[in-house]
């Protein structure tokens, strides 16, 4: 019997051929000769159970599978929660499997698919705290032809360069809490007085990248893409030249298929800092903006189309998104 892993790595190729032979049309070409770090960028797998047969494993395998064919392969790979649907331990085991195969270990944030605040402990587990800070030294490009041969930790420089030799990577939980209104995402005191000691000793043109499940600002509370308390994160910001918050949970990623250039640099006065926020899209099921209106059902298994994952490259400072979205 071929061995589970071997059968993801297979499915995932499999899936994922068609886009991996003429990956060339994707925007992604326009930054072939990008000397700037490269990150993919993952979220909302939803997975059900241990089964690797079900759509939602099979999505997750394909998203696998076409990070594993980029060229240069990303440096970094960030995972924005909700890899379980409802906290399954075996979900969040079978998700680990399939995530094993990325060129990269991904650094990954918890969502509340993967487990409440109360019940996390397989989580911890298996991908440790649900929030960090890390730093990934920026070193001179070594590419030949195109090709980075390097490994992570060890990012590009930009060109031209900042005035900085790191990017800061900071994964934070939003916890899922019930409230008067409903429920809302909350980070917490403990954790914001954390990201303040974080933040205190970084220079103020070290490129920021936040990453957490929910989105930090407040989109729309009737399906909870609101973080009580992410203003707050606001005055700690402030200082920092480049911030790109990245979320999941919204499954969507604005303009379709479109690549896009935000320039996170701070033109205003410190006190007016606004960081840019960038929904990811999920690789279980798209859901429509809420202008759209609410959907009939909120369920996993409707995609592939409108699904997927989305790539970050840093030059000169600006961070560029590139969503790469399923059709079929």
């Known amino acids: 019997m071929m061995p589970r892993r071997e059968f993801l790595r297979r499915l995932g190729w499999g899936l994922g051929a068609g886009w991996a032979l003429s990956r060339l049309s994707w925007p992604l070409a326009a930054l072939a000769g990008s ?7 993952l979220a909302d797998a939803h997975l059900k159970d241990g089964d690797e047969g079900r759509p939602e494993a099979q999505a997750l395998a394909r998203a696998v599978a076409e990070i594993r064919a980029l060229r240069p392969r990303p440096d970094l790979v960030l995972f924005a929660g909700d890899l379980a649907h409802k906290g399954n331990p075996q979900a969040l085991a079978l998700g680990r499997e399939i ?32 929030w960090f800070s890390q730093s990934f030294p920026l070193h001179p490009y070594r590419g030949v032809g195109g090709e980075f041969e390097g490994r992570v930790g060890e990012l590009l420089s930009p060109s031209p360069p900042l005035k900085t030799k790191a990017i800061r990577v900071l994964g934070l939980h939003t916890a899922w809490c019930p409230g008067p209104g409903g ?27 936040i ?3 929910a989105p930090l600002t407040q989109i729309f509370r009737p399906w909870q893409q609101w973080t009580k308390d992410g203003e707050t ?11 790109l918050c990245v979320h999941g949970h919204v499954h969507g990623a604005g303009a379709r298929g479109q690549g896009s250039v935000v ?30 209106g609410t959907p009939a059902a909120l369920r996993p298994g409707l995609g592939p189309s409108g699904c997927g994952w989305g790539l970050v490259a840093l ?13 079929a």
């Not at 000397?35 to 960028?41: E, K, Y």
């Not at 914001?192 to 920021?208: G, I, V």
């Open 263 to 292: 320039s996170t640099e701070n033109k205003k006065q410190k006190t007016e800092n606004q960081p840019f926020h960038q929904g990811l899209p999920a690789t279980a099921w798209p859901l429509p903006q809420p202008w759209q």
């Open 183 to 209: 429920p809302v995402f909350r980070l917490g005191e403990a954790q914001r007085r954390w990201l303040a000691r974080e933040l205190a000793h970084l220079d103020s043109a070290t490129p920021l990248i």
């Open 99 to 130: 995530l094993a195969d990325l060129p990269a270990p991904p650094l990954m944030v918890m969502g509340e698919g993967d487990g409440l605040p109360e019940a996390a402990a397989p989580w911890r587990r298996l991908f440790g705290e649900p």
């Open 211 to 213: 990453l957490s499940h």
């Open 233 to 243: 994160l606001l005055p700690l910001l402030a200082r920092f030249s480049h911030v």
């Open 315 to 327: 030059q000169a400072g600006d961070f560029h998104f590139l969503p790469h979205l399923w059709r």
């Open 35 to 41: 000397p700037g770090p490269r990150l993919a960028l």
